[in-house]
């Protein structure tokens, strides 16, 4: 989550001539450093990490192509970082249409590298050849080491520039290349690297990789792990699962099949819970954002079960077919590509679009999973018995949104526990604070500015969704209004890398994959604040409530998160009253802080257990007025530990959670006894 402090500002006029002169020629590694965006996503903490995930996608690729059995990251007190492999190293040699050596052409050069078709690399994620140089671009300084033909070659960059000669430093009898980097604080807004954001895509890497061994350590806090799997994306699965229930089968279900030089690997098992997980790859990069292979697997998921539900008679001739969402309930899968020419949507290939890939995952799925049902009878029926659960609490599901949306909340405003709207009509403009209590509620309301902040106070117990189908969360009367008042509506499905909703896979079980079934849909075009708020009380039910509301935010709203609409109020642990003045403390910390500063004599300290004790203007002063507040904007930074997360918290099994609880008891601000 990210402090947000509010300040007005404004876009002055420019003015000037634009002509020729006025065009810009950017040189070498130039643009990278002035739209850094582009090329890295952002230069906040993504982008940040994502230097880090491009060095190791290269040792990846030799992987790939065979040379590379280890990769070793390693996080140094200096804030700069090492990434080290085995393989056969990056080229020192002289080359010759430019006059530079292979290292310094690779560090200096956009859209130099080895990924052109040259044949260094038939299978690879680089397709721009900007992923070295992006990272010599962006940081302070680098360091290369390349060991080869038995010599150590070195050479030193800074913010693009080579600042020493390659030289000879050495012999050697092991190959591979050594790359350490500090980022630019010219350009990042914080250099702080996260051990926990690159030991997941380390972990993912080595999953996706079987039999890679990646070692990570953190020389800051002495954290070291390591990262090997012979079974590779099932052990994936089993990983993914293991704070879950499987349900079928026991052991993940496994496809793996070439075709048309395509690799197509699939690994999927189904849990107990009420989402979906799908994680899809292509050539090891995670697409977020889905694609080609990530339709043709949901099409070919969809066709074969309704094929096989009604060969064995489960779904009748009368019946309707079951939908793509019904068949993906509670179901973890990978979907790992490997394809010689991928396209991607963008440099930061968060969307596959080969269009014969679409079709050669389509038909490997069909075939591996139609077998699989054929010789395993048992899990076959427990899967479409688990699919016609879903049918059903779907349908009763979109009985009771209906209900909702004939229930006229809005017209109701005034009624206790139900919506105060606000009087502007911009979305982008307007903020919903969702408070516990009609005490609570009624001091927001007082205290708002009713021109473009809404209030929901919650009526009745917030329900745990993470234990809950989708049609009992709809009867429950806080989350109904909730939905209605945000005017989304809902989407089933765990909003997980690759895990967006297919276009047509819904499936007709005649083979051809498409469906007449409708699935349900969130539409963030109907949103009707961009900034919704938590504001809960600073306890433990307070804490309880927020966590509720932000399991049922990402798994039936996530796009809300992903976009970062949602953030969390901040009310005052304390107030300090001397006499006629009043000040706010956030903290123990800055209360014994301010303590420290003043006369101690005739000064009363409350501590807030709730908002309800909290006067309209007070709450105004502290929480509510932008120009004073300071809230946390709730960020999805890892979609799979955030699943982990709310599984382990909000699931059925209590081990993993004591286990967490006591991992993470030392790290517990402000415990309310």
């Not at 292509?282 to 889905?290: K, L, M």
């Not at 490997?338 to 069909?366: C, D, R, Y």
């Not at 306890?539 to 049922?552: E, K, M, Q």
């Not at 006629?580 to 004599?601: C, F, M, N, P, V």
Request: aromatic share 6%; with cysteine; charged share 30%.
């Amino acid at each position: 989550m990210t402090d947000v402090m509010e300040q007005g500002g404004s876009i002055g006029h420019v003015t000037g001539e634009y002509g020729a002169d006025q065009l810009q020629v950017l040189e070498g590694l130039e643009p990278v450093r002035r739209r850094p965006a582009m090329y890295i996503g952002d230069n906040g903490i993504k982008g940040l990490h994502h230097l880090v995930e491009e060095l190791v996608a290269n040792s990846v690729d030799e992987a790939l192509a065979g040379y590379c059995t280890e990769i070793n990251v390693i996080l140094h007190p200096d804030q700069s970082v090492s990434v080290r492999d085995n393989g056969r190293g990056i080229p020192v040699g002289l080359h010759h249409a430019t006059g530079l050596n292979g290292l310094e052409l690779a560090m200096t050069k956009l859209h130099a590298g080895g990924k052109f078709g040259g044949g260094a690399y038939k299978i690879s994620g680089g397709l721009h050849g900007v992923g070295l140089s992006c990272v010599n671009a962006l940081s302070e300084w680098i360091e290369a080491e390349i060991h080869q033909d038995g010599f150590i070659w070195k050479q030193r960059f800074s913010r693009g520039p080579a600042v020493t000669e390659l030289t000879k430093s050495g012999t050697t009898n092991r190959t591979g290349t050594w790359i350490r980097f500090r980022p630019d604080a010219e350009i990042f807004e914080k250099i702080e690297f996260r051990a926990d954001m690159l030991t997941n895509r380390l972990r993912e890497l080595a999953f996706l990789n079987k039999g890679l061994k990646i070692t990570f350590e953190d020389e800051r806090t002495g954290q070291k792990e390591e990262f090997l799997y012979k079974g590779g994306i099932v052990q994936f699965v089993e990983h993914l699962n293991r704070n879950k229930e499987p349900v079928s089968p026991s052991k993940p279900v496994y496809v793996m099949r070439s075709r048309d030089d395509v690799e197509v690997e699939i690994a999927l098992q189904y849990n107990s819970s009420y989402q979906e997980n799908i994680l899809s790859f292509a050539n090891n990069i995670n697409t977020t954002e889905g694609g080609t292979h990530l339709s043709g697997f949901k099409t070919a998921l969809t066709r074969v079960l309704n094929q096989y539900a009604r060969k064995a008679g489960l779904l009748k001739e009368k019946d309707p077919n079951l939908t793509g969402e019904d068949v993906r309930e509670g179901m973890t899968a990978i979907i790992s590509v490997k394809v010689m020419q991928p396209q991607f949507e963008s440099q930061t290939k968060i969307k596959l679009n080969n269009p014969e890939v679409e079709g050669i995952v389509n038909s490997v799925v069909g075939e591996g999973l139609g077998t699989f049902l054929e010789e395993h009878p048992s899990d076959a029926r427990k899967v479409i018995d688990k699919a016609l659960t879903a049918f059903r609490a779907r349908e009763a599901a979109r009985k009771a949104s209906e209900a909702i949306k004939r229930q006229n909340y809005l017209e109701n405003s005034a009624l206790p526990g139900k919506l105060a709207d606000c009087t502007e009509r911009d979305p982008s403009k307007c903020e919903l604070f969702i408070v516990e209590g009609d005490s609570a509620g009624g001091s927001a309301k007082q205290g708002r500015d009713r021109r473009y902040q809404a209030i929901l106070p919650l009526r009745g117990k917030v329900l745990n969704v993470e234990k809950t189908r989708m049609d009992r969360a709809l009867d429950n009367e806080a989350i109904s209004s909730l939905i209605t008042s945000i005017g989304t509506g809902i989407s089933k499905s765990v909003h997980l890398p690759g895990g967006q909703e297919d276009e047509n896979g819904n499936g007709n079980g005649n083979g051809n994959g498409n469906g007449n079934g409708k699935e349900t849909r969130f539409d963030i075009n109907k949103l009707r604040y961009h900034r919704i708020i938590l504001m809960t009380d600073a306890d433990v039910d307070g804490a309880h409530i927020r966590t509720l509301l932000l399991t049922f935010l990402f798994r039936y709203m996530a796009p809300l998160v992903e976009r970062g609409h949602v953030y969390i109020a901040q009310p005052p642990l304390y107030r300090i009253r001397r006499g006629k003045t009043e000040d706010y403390a956030w903290t123990d910390e800055e209360l014994q802080r301010k303590l420290r500063g003043i006369d101690s004599k005739n000064v009363l300290v409350e501590r807030y257990k709730g908002l309800g004790e909290m006067d309209a203007d007070q709450l105004r002063d502290t929480t509510m007025a932008p120009e004073r507040r300071t809230i946390l904007q709730v960020k999805l930074e890892d979609a799979v530990k955030a699943d982990e997360v709310f599984t382990i918290l909000m699931g059925d099994k209590v081990g993993p959670r004591k286990d967490f609880i006591e991992a993470h008891a030392k790290e517990v601000k402000n415990l309310d006894i």
